[in-house]
Nanobody, 125 residues
Framework: QLQLVESGGGLVQPGGSLRLSCAAS????????IGWFRQAPGKEREGVSCTSRGDRSTYYAESVKGRFTISRDNAKNTVYLQMNSLRPEDTGVYYC??????????????????WGQGTQVTVSS
């Protein structure tokens, strides 16, 4: 029953914006660091952003820094990823996961919850 459900993806033109949501059920989301990952066709899954549990430090991959913002709404047990100035290379399936995010280089998924189905983001004109 422990799960994270991603939503908010879609088709958007370059320069557009989307807000992704990661809703938790079966556990309290604010007890954990939460990371966003994405997987483009033919590529391995990569970390995009992470927010830590305690001090709410945020981390971003260099490719999205200044364009994406990760945030939490504890009342809704949800983490968001606001994506602005989207580029075609942002296309992929986006996933969230419980994580440890000391840095983007070391962020890791905890693994006690299976990967969900993700949400598809397509940036194309």
């Amino acid at each position: 029953q422990l799960q994270l459900v991603e939503s908010g993806g879609g088709l958007v033109q370059p320069g557009g914006s989307l807000r992704l949501s990661c809703a938790a059920s079966g556990f309290t989301l604010d007890y954990y660091d939460i990371g966003w990952f994405r997987q483009a066709p033919g590529k391995e899954r990569e970390g995009v952003s992470c927010t830590s549990r305690g001090d709410r430090s945020t981390y971003y991959a260099e490719s999205v820094k200044g364009r994406f913002t990760i945030s939490r709404d504890n009342a809704k047990n949800t983490v968001y990823l606001q994506m602005n100035s989207l580029r075609p290379e942002d296309t992929g399936v986006y996933y969230c996961a419980a994580a440890r995010c000391a840095s983007m280089a070391t962020m890791t998924r905890l693994g006690f919850i299976s990967w969900g189905q993700g949400t598809q983001v397509t940036v194309s004109s």
